[in-house]
């Protein structure tokens, strides 16, 4: 490489580098006012894919949005319907790349809540059975979906419309859940099935009955974060 491509490959780095933290939406920026809620030490990384409703979503304490992220709430940004708290998004949280949380009625993801890379979830659907008319307009019901702290949602995983996700659930990579996920939980496929339970004084026991152990853990509760 010549020396004069080598010092512009350099210089774009670095201003692209000064660009994505001058386009954070952190507390105090004007875009962050825009929100319900945007709390302390969290971050939304830029460029966002798309943030609509903003006045409608509330997200916690050191919470962190990754890159090209979708945040919504409603149909269009002129939406004037939109609920108080569309979608919610807990503490200490970590929501992956190119991920999507798109809500109608209502998206509540818990504390120290993490997501993978292009996660999608919807509260709504669309429905087919008008056999004359677009699918894109045939506007499916809206179901709450709800995922509990603690849970880790893997790569590629698809939430579905009334989906309701236990504390402390894994989600595997690429699964699709549809209902209700119990806490303690090892879910994976599509639609999910439970692979391993957690049982008290037991441990960690599949469907065939392999067991694995309780470790103890390897960082306290609300201890540190990818931030510090």
Not at 101 to 117: E, M
Not at 133 to 147: A, D, F, S, Y
Not at 155 to 170: F, W
Not at 198 to 223: I, N, Y
């Amino acid at each position: 490489m010549k020396r004069r491509e080598r010092w512009a490959n350099s210089w774009v780095h670095a201003v692209w580098e000064r660009v994505q933290r001058a386009g954070e939406i952190v507390p105090g920026t004007r875009a962050a006012e825009a929100f319900g809620s945007l709390g302390e030490g969290s971050s939304i990384g830029f460029p966002a894919a798309t943030v609509m409703g903003a006045r409608s979503i509330h997200i916690g304490s050191r919470t962190l949005v990754g890159r090209q992220v979708t945040l919504s709430v409603g149909y269009g940004p002129d939406d004037a319907r939109l609920p108080p708290r569309g979608l919610v998004i807990g503490d200490r949280c970590v929501i992956g790349a190119r991920t999507s949380l798109t809500a109608h009625t209502s998206i509540v993801v818990g504390d120290d809540v993490w997501f993978g890379q292009d996660v999608f979830v919807s509260d709504a659907g669309h429905g087919y059975q008008e056999p004359d008319v677009p699918i894109g307009l045939q506007l499916g019901e809206h179901r709450p979906v709800t995922i509990g702290a603690g849970s880790w949602i893997g790569h590629g995983a698809i939430i579905l419309p009334g989906a309701t996700i236990g504390r402390n659930v894994v989600v595997a990579a690429g699964s699709v859940v549809r209902g209700a996920v119990e806490d303690h939980a090892v879910v994976g496929g599509s639609p999910v099935r439970v692979l391993r339970r957690f049982e008290p004084g037991v441990g960690w026991v599949s469907a065939a009955g392999d067991l694995r152990p309780v470790l103890p853990p390897l960082v306290p509760v609300g201890g540190p974060h990818p931030r510090g």
